[in-house]
Every structure is written in structure tokens, then in C-alpha cells.
């Protein structure tokens, strides 16, 4: 059995059966981390005595012939913007390198409850800001399928973990596309739920009307079998929607005849390369031939979500990041004075695209400034909602590339308009606060392309099945790193 490549359905099967323990499935993934790390560097923080403790407890659920959940005793890991009691939360941030959280974020403890074996925290653009894991405040992480190329960002570890199989699946964040563009490079399933669907209570706050928690997965079943369990309303996220909670699971089915899906045409403008054009083009012609009936649409505000979007995330950055001032929490600069201490702390301890994003946002709010900047990205915004609105009047789902591009060379973008360019068709579902996936769609130069595919407010089910027929019709989920293929035949 390829136990680093199963499904987390055949892992619960195994469970189940008692053809393999849960400690021996953990400390299987966890050799293969330590394998993995010295050239990956996914990991911020490993939990092994913790990871342990947890797949004892569901060994003996087992022993004791309880029935035990569909994730119960697997691994996984989070991003480290998610909250951990007793395990360090850093953001990848000097600002919080010696953070440990009192309590947990509300998709840890459901993950808890579901009986979960958390075996780490994964790296990440420092507080989710950029787009290639290389503005971590420790060490940028490596794309598995190329060492020299980044894996993306800013969930960045979280794809790459689970592209280099060190665990079943992990959880990222979404603030304008940082679940679905490092998927998009890495080869896996990101999918970034409707805003108000999974609860944010404990996420580490980016931007706060933007950000998202959501699954990074090898295959479309697996990220329905984790929204199962993060997904719901919840009382202490004022953001979080009260809505009748489906099995997602049972979208899941190989059928696209009655689907209308359209191709905005602003999607396939300048900068969008040949080669990735080349595979999603060739992702349009097996949704024709499956039988769903594809259009050309058009989002006419597109043009404008880019500079709207890093308006308002900016301002709402600007505004989370004023509680780091060394004096609650977090690093204290030695200073003589208070003020001192205040800019001391936030130099040393945030990074430069941190503190980029922090002035541009502060100078977008200040007096005078608001009006023409801040309030008219808002303006923007529901406009390219509209635009949206109005397409789903026609179609059930709409198809686009992930990102212009394949992964970049570690430090190839060193201009960060030029890295901003890259989000452009990501941010604006987060604008409009949409549902949307990404998934394997085929290689070019040999590295993963992405394919996203957008829904309605709360449609997951409708795009997880036209996700999940795509995927059955397709191999390219199952293709894996050359490096992977001996560790991958591992038989237990």
C-alpha cells in the first residue's frame, strides 16, 4: 500500500479495519518529514510528543471497539496564523516568535474534537502577507516539485506539505487567493470557502473582511471530507453564518451534462502565459466533451479588483496590526522611552512587506485620504460583487486559471507590483466574499498548473461536484515529485 498517497477515506479505512494503528501511521508521516524538511522546510514547529499522545487515545478508542470519525486518528497540520493552545502560534513573525496561544481557534478544536492528530504548524508569508512563503520572518519553504521554485503563499508550507505527502492534508488561509495560488503551484486541492462559512475565531487577522480558513488536500473528496468538519455557524465569529450545513460528500458525484459554466473573458487578457493558457484551454474542452455547456462571460469591473483590493486589505492590515506595540504581547524592543519602545518593537519585529502594507493602508485611512482611496475601493468592490451577481444569473460555476503563471524561481520577483500581478485572479472572489477551488489541471515546463473554478454565495456543493467530475476524468491529481516516488512505496 502507498500509504503516503492514500485518500483520507483509505486511511480511515485502514484505521478502521485494524490493519494499521494510528501511532504507526503517525510516526510513518512523521519520519517522512524529517526525511522531507531538510530540503522542503514546510514546518515551523513539529509536535511529535503531542501527535503521539493523540494517536494513542484513538488506539485505544479502537482497541475498545468504539467507532471512531472519518478523520479520527490521521494526521495533519495548520498554518501558523491559526490559534493552538499551548503550541506557538507565530505568524512566521518575529513580532510573535515566542507566542504560545491560551486558547485554540475554533477549526483547531473541531479538528480536535474530530479526533485529529496535529503533527505541526507549517510556515507562511509573514501574517499571510505575500505570495511566495520567501517573506516569512525564519526561512522561505521550497515547491516540491522543484527545490529552486517557491511553493506559494502565503499558505505556502500548507501546500507544500501536502504536496511532499508529509501529511493527509493541512489548513491554510485566504485572504486573495493565499489557499488557492500556492495549491495551483504545489499540484493539490485548495479550496477557499464562502466568506461567513468556516469561522474564523482564532485566526490571526490579516484583513479581516477578506480572510478565509480552508482545506489544502491531495484530492476533491478529501477537501469535502475536511469542510464536513470546519465548516458551520459559529456564536463567537460575528462574521460567521448562520446556514443549514449540507454533507458535501454527496455532491461528489461524476456528472457535469447539466452544468452551464462561463469563461470571463477578462480572465484571459495580457499576462496570462502561453502555456498556461495552453492547459486550461485543454480543461475546457474535457468539461465540453463531458457534457457541460461552456460560454464566454464577461466580469467588466475586473480591471479595477487588483488595486481595490490592496486598498482595503492594506487599511484593515493597518488597523489588526496596531495591537503588536510590545506591550501586551509579542516582542519587546529594550527602549528608554515608551514611544521609543513602540517604534523599536514594530521595526525589529515586522518584516518589509509587513511594514509596506501597514503604511500603505495607514495612508489610505489618514484625514483627507479616506474618501479618495479607502472609500472608493469599497465602492469598486461592490461593483465586481455585481458582477458576479449577474453572471450567476446565467451559469452554475465559472472557470479560470488560478495565476498567470507557474511557480516562480525563489527569488526571481524581488519587485512587489510584479508579485501583486500574480493575485489577479484570485482576489477578486475575495472581494466579492465567493466560494472557489483550485485544482490540478496539467503541467507546463513540468511544473502544476491550476485550475479555479468559482461558485455562488454557499454553492461549495455545486463546485465540488464540478470539481470532482473534472478530477475523475483526468489524471493529473495523481502525478507526484520524482523524488516522492520511492518514499511513496512504503508498504506497512
Given at each position: 500500500m502507498?500509504?503516503?498517497?492514500?485518500?483520507?477515506?483509505?486511511?480511515?479505512?485502514?484505521?478502521?479495519?485494524?490493519?494499521?494503528?494510528?501511532?504507526?501511521?503517525?510516526?510513518?508521516?512523521?519520519?517522512?518529514i524529517?526525511?522531507?524538511?531538510?530540503?522542503l522546510?514546510?514546518?515551523?514547529t513539529?509536535?511529535?510528543?503531542?501527535?503521539?499522545?493523540?494517536?494513542?487515545e484513538?488506539?485505544?478508542k479502537?482497541?475498545?471497539?468504539?467507532?471512531?470519525?472519518?478523520?479520527?486518528?490521521?494526521?495533519?497540520?495548520?498554518?501558523?496564523?491559526?490559534?493552538?493552545?499551548?503550541?506557538?502560534?507565530?505568524?512566521?513573525?518575529?513580532?510573535?516568535?515566542?507566542?504560545?496561544?491560551?486558547?485554540?481557534?475554533?477549526?483547531?478544536?473541531?479538528?480536535?474534537?474530530?479526533?485529529?492528530?496535529?503533527?505541526?504548524?507549517?510556515?507562511?508569508?509573514?501574517?499571510?502577507?505575500?505570495?511566495?512563503?520567501?517573506?516569512?520572518?525564519?526561512?522561505?519553504?521550497?515547491?516540491?516539485?522543484?527545490?529552486?521554485?517557491?511553493?506559494?503563499?502565503?499558505?505556502?508550507?500548507?501546500?507544500?506539505?501536502?504536496?511532499?505527502?508529509?501529511?493527509?492534508?493541512?489548513?491554510?488561509?485566504?485572504?486573495?487567493?493565499?489557499?488557492?495560488?500556492?495549491?495551483?503551484?504545489?499540484?493539490?486541492?485548495?479550496?477557499?470557502?464562502?466568506?461567513?462559512?468556516?469561522?474564523?475565531?482564532?485566526?490571526?487577522?490579516f484583513?479581516?473582511?477578506?480572510?478565509?480558513?480552508?482545506?489544502?488536500?491531495k484530492?476533491?473528496?478529501?477537501?469535502?471530507?475536511?469542510?464536513?468538519?470546519?465548516?458551520?455557524?459559529?456564536?463567537?465569529?460575528?462574521?460567521?453564518?448562520p446556514?443549514?450545513k449540507?454533507?458535501?460528500?454527496?455532491?461528489?458525484?461524476?456528472?457535469?451534462?447539466?452544468?452551464?459554466?462561463?469563461?470571463?473573458?477578462?480572465?484571459?487578457?495580457?499576462?496570462?502565459?502561453?502555456?498556461v493558457?495552453?492547459?486550461?484551454?485543454?480543461?475546457?474542452?474535457?468539461?465540453?466533451?463531458?457534457?457541460?455547456?461552456?460560454?464566454?462571460?464577461?466580469?467588466?469591473?475586473?480591471?479595477?479588483?487588483?488595486?481595490?483590493?490592496?486598498?482595503?486589505?492594506?487599511?484593515?492590515?493597518?488597523?489588526?496590526?496596531?495591537?503588536?506595540?510590545?506591550?501586551?504581547y509579542?516582542?519587546?524592543?529594550?527602549?528608554?522611552?515608551?514611544?521609543?519602545?513602540?517604534?523599536?518593537?514594530?521595526?525589529?519585529?515586522?518584516?518589509?512587506?509587513?511594514?509596506?502594507?501597514?503604511?500603505?493602508?495607514?495612508?489610505?485611512?489618514?484625514?483627507?485620504?479616506?474618501?479618495?482611496?479607502?472609500?472608493?475601493?469599497?465602492?469598486?468592490?461592490?461593483?465586481?460583487?455585481?458582477?458576479?451577481?449577474?453572471?450567476?444569473?446565467?451559469?452554475?460555476?465559472?472557470?479560470?486559471?488560478?495565476?498567470?503563471?507557474?511557480?516562480?524561481?525563489?527569488?526571481?520577483?524581488?519587485?512587489?507590483?510584479?508579485?501583486?500581478?500574480?493575485?489577479?485572479?484570485?482576489?477578486?472572489?475575495?472581494?466579492?466574499g465567493?466560494?472557489?477551488?483550485?485544482?490540478?489541471?496539467?503541467?507546463?515546463?513540468?511544473?502544476?498548473?491550476?485550475?479555479?473554478?468559482?461558485?455562488?454565495?454557499f454553492?461549495?456543493?455545486?463546485?465540488?461536484?464540478?470539481?470532482?467530475?473534472?478530477?475523475?476524468?483526468?489524471?493529473?491529481?495523481?502525478?507526484?515529485?520524482?523524488?516522492?516516488?520511492?518514499?511513496?512505496?512504503?508498504?506497512?
Amino acid at each position: 500500500m502507498k500509504l503516503l498517497n492514500m485518500s483520507l477515506a483509505a486511511l480511515h479505512r485502514l484505521l478502521k479495519e485494524k490493519k494499521i494503528s494510528s501511532t504507526e501511521l503517525t510516526k510513518e508521516f512523521l519520519r517522512h518529514i524529517q526525511k522531507a524538511e531538510p530540503n522542503l522546510r514546510s514546518f515551523l514547529t513539529i509536535t511529535e510528543e503531542i501527535a503521539l499522545r493523540k494517536a494513542e487515545e484513538t488506539d485505544k478508542k479502537i482497541a475498545g471497539q468504539q467507532p471512531i470519525g472519518i478523520l479520527e486518528g490521521i494526521p495533519m497540520a495548520l498554518k501558523d496564523n491559526i490559534c493552538t493552545e499551548g503550541i506557538p502560534t507565530t505568524c512566521a513573525s518575529r513580532i510573535l516568535e515566542n507566542f504560545v496561544p491560551p486558547y485554540d481557534a475554533t477549526v483547531t478544536e473541531k479538528l480536535k474534537e474530530a479526533g485529529t492528530v496535529l503533527v505541526g504548524k507549517l510556515n507562511m508569508d509573514e501574517f499571510a502577507m505575500g505570495s511566495t512563503t520567501e517573506n516569512s520572518g525564519f526561512y522561505p519553504t521550497a515547491n516540491p516539485w522543484d527545490f529552486a521554485r517557491v511553493p506559494g503563499g502565503s499558505s505556502g508550507g500548507s501546500a507544500a506539505a501536502v504536496a511532499a505527502r508529509e501529511v493527509p492534508f493541512a489548513l491554510g488561509s485566504d485572504t486573495g487567493g493565499s489557499i488557492r495560488q500556492p495549491a495551483a503551484f504545489c499540484g493539490v486541492v485548495g479550496l477557499k470557502p464562502t466568506y461567513g462559512a468556516v469561522s474564523r475565531y482564532g485566526l490571526v487577522a490579516f484583513a479581516s473582511s477578506l480572510d478565509q480558513i480552508g482545506p489544502l488536500t491531495k484530492t476533491v473528496e478529501d477537501s469535502a471530507l475536511v469542510l464536513n468538519i470546519i465548516a458551520g455557524h459559529d456564536p463567537k465569529d460575528s462574521t460567521s453564518v448562520p446556514f443549514i450545513k449540507p454533507d458535501y460528500t454527496q455532491y461528489l458525484e461524476n456528472n457535469v451534462k447539466d452544468m452551464k459554466i462561463g469563461v470571463p473573458r477578462e480572465f484571459f487578457a495580457q499576462g496570462l502565459k502561453p502555456e498556461v493558457q495552453t492547459v486550461i484551454e485543454e480543461a475546457v474542452r474535457v468539461y465540453e466533451q463531458l457534457g457541460a455547456q461552456v460560454e464566454e462571460c464577461s466580469l467588466p469591473h475586473m480591471e479595477y479588483a487588483l488595486p481595490a483590493y490592496y486598498l482595503i486589505a492594506s487599511a484593515e492590515c493597518s488597523s489588526n496590526l496596531a495591537r503588536y506595540d510590545g506591550v501586551r504581547y509579542g516582542y519587546r524592543a529594550k527602549a528608554e522611552d515608551m514611544i521609543d519602545m513602540f517604534t523599536t518593537s514594530r521595526t525589529e519585529g515586522f518584516g518589509q512587506e509587513v511594514k509596506r502594507r501597514i503604511m500603505l493602508g495607514t495612508y489610505a485611512l489618514s484625514s483627507g485620504y479616506y474618501d479618495a482611496y479607502y472609500a472608493k475601493a469599497q465602492k469598486i468592490r461592490t461593483l465586481i460583487k455585481e458582477d458576479f451577481e449577474q453572471a450567476f444569473t446565467k451559469f452554475d460555476v465559472l472557470l479560470s486559471p488560478t495565476t498567470p503563471t507557474i511557480a516562480y524561481r525563489l527569488g526571481e520577483k524581488t519587485d512587489p507590483l510584479a508579485l501583486y500581478l500574480g493575485d489577479v485572479y484570485t482576489i477578486p472572489i475575495n472581494l466579492a466574499g465567493l466560494p472557489s477551488i483550485s485544482l490540478p489541471a496539467g503541467f507546463a515546463d513540468g511544473m502544476p498548473v491550476g485550475l479555479q473554478l468559482i461558485g455562488k454565495h454557499f454553492a461549495e456543493g455545486i463546485l465540488l461536484r464540478a470539481a470532482y467530475t473534472f478530477e475523475q476524468n483526468t489524471e493529473h491529481h495523481k502525478k507526484i515529485p520524482a523524488w516522492l516516488e520511492e518514499a511513496s512505496k512504503n508498504v506497512f
